[in-house]
């Protein structure tokens, strides 16, 4: 049986979420991230040990979403305005953010290389950035300057799914799965 461990990360794609209700979810026309080189994240829960019988006779968890780290060598200002919730000119290509502005949600698809040369590809179906970190360093300190991007992935209202994860089959014949974030419809559309 070949090996399945992750050894890459590319093809990050964000959808723009249209509709988010108990009745609806609906995203907009993705946008691929340029420049991703890492995303770490980590399930958020919260869990409380049930006491019986003089023993944990249980586990009560309650899963509130995933908190990531995204590292990025690039972050344009259009690009940014999609991720932070600022204004980008497109005309005078300047970016401003104001400490009113909120971040937007969306939605994102994203793949990972397997060692067999096939991907895990992954949904989340509603993200959140809180903050966005850069370095600027001067010029001959080997230029490891990169924007860390931080925030949460979160369920959609109305199913409260999270994720969804699939992996490739051989060939990647099935790798535009990632190309689209299935909408739910209103019951009886």
Known sequence: MPRKYLKGFSGL??????ENTLQKYIVGEGTKVPSAQKLS?????????????????????TVNGESFTLT??????ELRSMLEGGKYDETTKEYDFSIVDTAPEFACTYRGLLADGTYRMYRQYRCKVSKIKMDLETKGNENKGAVEI?????????????????????????????????GVPTVGE
């Open 13 to 18: 794609t964000i959808f723009p979420i249209t």
């Open 41 to 61: 994240k980590e399930i958020d829960s919260a869990q409380e040990n049930i006491y019986a019988d003089d023993e944990i006779w249980d586990i009560d968890k």
């Open 72 to 77: 990025l060598k690039e972050l344009d200002n």
């Open 150 to 182: 931080e925030g949460m992935f979160m369920p959609r209202a109305c199913d409260n799914k999270l994720f969804t994860i699939k992996d490739t089959e051989e060939g990647n014949t099935d790798i535009a799965w990632l190309d689209t974030i299935p």
